[in-house]
């Protein structure tokens, strides 16, 4: 265990260039880290491509109304090596929840994060809020 | 053996056990560190891709606390030694989030960035005369010759003109002829064409390249700029093909944000 830490350690001294963590594009200038949503719903569209992908989903109010969401996420390449299968682990029809931040435009558009299957199974479809944006600290701030 | 069995004496008397076994660094015919294989930038953990992003930590962002890890104790942050000039420049684009960013636009990251943004894996192919460093990242690659000048006839290039040498155990890369239409790293760290950057890859076990970089632009920045990263051995990791300039619908949602900068401008 020791020997762990000294492994933990060494490799945090090396990590001065923390920066966040960097997609090809800004989270903060399209989505709301300050607007979290979490929906239910079926999805009805699954766009698996480059370079980002989306999906689509159906949320039924508790009146009966029913609005299709769009959700933007990680790249085909990204959800691969995370544990995506293209067509078999998100397709329509297939119910989820999803954890997420919803666009600044105000439309049913959302930045996803977390999606949950109906089995209980969680993946990550999307980066963190504040991904690509700078994050919280800018780069010359003392 | 005497010696071996003394050392292995020694660590067990200092409290240390061994961890679990890890391959030797491979070395190459000429006895150099072998830095083939594909790698992640932008992260300190060690495991496959699966294993060390699965938990959503992608880019190399702090590791979680989860069993058998130390938490990772961050040391003091400091300022990019940008002008004072060129601070209010970096700051403003920190304020607008990041909507400038010229990787949003399928635009190459540069040097350090496409190695430190840690999305995406890179692979090294190293050869006596040469290495090669190809990005999946917007498919960018650099063929790196080993001992050699830089060319006279350099055109300002997003990712730069690099040679290498090497200085012990450390390939040394010298990488300069760059436009200055790429950031360094974090939001709005800009740069001039006089950016000359100095990367060191020392591979210090079988998992893990060191990655230090000095970034010089005399035009913007006060003093070096000297950072420290890590490049971790991604076994199992293949490049796929990333083609970011079609569908990349972003944009068009900028076009309607940039309307009314108030939208998402930073307060």
């Known amino acids: ?142 | 053996m005497k010696k071996l069995s003394g050392l292995l004496l020694a660590l067990a008397a200092a409290g240390v056990t061994l961890a679990q076994e890890t391959p030797a660094i491979p070395r190459t015919a000429d006895g150099k560190p072998d830095m083939t294989g594909v790698w992640q930038g932008g992260s300190n953990r060690v495991g496959t891709w699966e294993e060390a992003n699965g938990d959503g930590g992608l880019g190399g962002g702090p590791a979680p606390a989860t069993a058998g890890r130390a938490p990772v104790q961050r040391p003091a942050r400091e300022p990019a030694p940008y002008q004072d000039w060129a601070k209010v420049k970096v700051q403003e684009s920190f304020s607008r989030r990041g909507i400038d960013d010229p990787m949003a636009r399928c635009l190459m990251g540069g040097i350090p960035r496409s190695t430190t943004v840690g999305l995406f894996p890179m692979q090294i192919v190293q050869t006596p005369t040469q290495v090669i460093m190809l990005y999946e990242m917007f498919h960018a690659f650099r063929v790196i010759p080993m001992n050699a000048k830089h060319p006279d006839d350099m055109e300002p290039s997003y990712m730069g003109d690099s040679v290498a040498h090497w200085e012990g155990d450390t390939l040394v890369v010298d990488v300069t002829g760059f436009n200055d239409r790429t950031w360094i790293g974090a939001t709005g760290t800009f740069h001039t064409e006089a950016m000359h950057v100095t990367e060191r890859y020392t591979r210090v076990n079988y998992n893990r390249i060191n990655y230090d970089v000095t970034v010089e632009d005399p035009k913007v920045l006060t003093k070096p700029w000297i950072m420290h990263n890590s490049i971790m051995l991604r076994t199992g990791t293949r490049l796929r093909e990333y083609e970011c300039a079609e569908n990349n619908s972003d944009i068009q949602h900028y076009e309607q944000l940039l309307k009314d900068e108030s939208v998402f401008r930073r307060k």
């Not at chain 1, 594009?25 to 698996?48: M, R």
């Not at chain 1, 029809?93 to 199974?121: C, E, L, M, P, Y």
Request: aromatic share 12%; hydrophobic share 40%.
């Open chain 1, 1 to 142: 265990m020791k020997k762990m830490n000294i492994c933990w350690g060494l490799a945090a001294m090396g990590l001065i260039l923390a920066a966040p963590a960097a997609a090809h594009h800004s989270f903060g200038a399209e989505y709301d880290g300050n607007k979290p949503i979490t929906l239910t719903g079926v999805i009805t569209k699954v766009e698996w491509m480059n370079p980002h992908s989306y999906f689509f989903l159906d949320v039924t109010d508790s009146n009966g109304v029913v609005a299709n969401w769009k959700f933007e996420g990680f790249p085909p390449n990204v959800l691969y090596r995370t544990g995506w299968k293209k067509d078999v682990t998100l397709k329509a029809g297939d119910t989820i929840t999803v954890f997420g931040w919803r666009a600044r435009d105000g439309t049913n558009w959302a930045h996803s994060r977390q999606v949950t299957f109906k089995d209980g199974k969680k993946l990550f479809f999307g980066p963190p809020a504040g991904t690509g944006d700078g994050g919280n600290v800018s780069a010359v701030a003392p």
